[in-house]
């Protein structure tokens, strides 16, 4: 994907989000035909498709809609968010691939429902920054017994709304675990009790299991560590922003996919 492209998506993506409106709980829409997989090709029919839910959990600082997706019922909860560093955006259309897939694979929800926020800095993204627009890293704006003040880190806990939508997402849910997608680092890094999912993930795709230590009011730092959730950063490479959609699934859609059915083994 070169600039313009990127940027266009960003600017489609921002216009769709301010387009929404603000809601009080989930709706759900008219289900419509949805990519199946891999294959851009295979289309669902609109009554086979499973529409997820929406719910808007908080807005920006500038005002842009902050939103989840969750898909199936049941008592295990995996949350998988992406984009809460701007300039890391990878993450984004890797999530929206994923919402299509569990959709056209209604047989891996089965007991499960699986939390999905594709974007949860959305100023930063329009403005390419690893902050939001206070010049706050939201990565270590938690509550944590680890957490600095200061004017990077926030003078506060949940000083930032985009922060405050993200634990308001996880006070409500309670997941089982939690993934959220980073770059660049190249590895899967892990907090709390989280190694042996981080592990099953690695089968799935060529990134490699490193233990990088809890960041001061990280997100793993707050469920990982304080709250004792499985949590992983999949920390992408930095290329990883220069892939079409398709290969950025090919590459680790499914090991988004183990982690939604962990404990259990998927197949390639």
Not at 30 to 44: H, K, M, N, Y
Not at 59 to 67: A, D, E, K, T
Not at 151 to 159: D, E, H
Not at 172 to 193: E, F, K, M, T
Request: charged share 20%.
């Amino acid at each position: 994907m070169d600039k313009e492209q990127s940027l266009a998506r960003i600017a489609l993506l921002t216009a769709l989000l301010i387009g929404l409106p603000a809601l009080s709980g989930c709706y759900e829409p008219q289900p419509r035909p949805r990519i199946i997989g891999e294959d851009p090709s295979a289309v669902l029919a609109p009554s086979q498709a499973v529409p997820p839910r929406y719910q808007v959990v908080g807005r920006s600082v500038q005002g842009r809609p902050i939103m989840i997706q969750i898909l199936g019922r049941g008592p295990d909860t995996t949350l998988i968010m992406a984009t809460i560093h701007g300039n890391e955006p990878a993450g984004t259309p890797l999530v929206e691939r994923l919402t299509s897939y569990l959709q056209s694979h209604p047989d891996l929800l089965e007991g499960r429902e699986v939390v999905l926020m594709p974007l949860a800095n959305p100023d930063g993204l329009a403005a390419n920054t690893r902050e939001n627009v206070h010049g706050v890293d939201l990565n270590r704006n938690f509550r944590a017994n680890n957490r600095v003040n200061n004017g990077t880190n926030g003078l506060r806990p949940l000083s930032e709304p985009e922060s405050r939508a993200v634990e308001t997402v996880i006070r409500q849910y309670s997941p089982d675990r939690i993934v959220s997608i980073h770059q660049p680092l190249n590895c899967i890094d892990y907090d709390g009790p989280a190694q042996a999912l981080a592990t099953r993930m690695a089968q799935y795709c060529d990134l490699p299991v490193k233990k990088l230590g809890a960041r001061p009011g990280s997100l793993g730092s707050f469920t990982g560590e304080e709250l004792g959730i499985p949590t992983v950063t999949l920390e992408l490479p930095r290329s990883a922003s220069n892939l079409t959609d398709a290969l950025l699934w090919q590459r680790y859609g499914i090991t988004l996919v183990a982690a939604v059915q962990y404990p259990q083994y998927v197949s390639k």
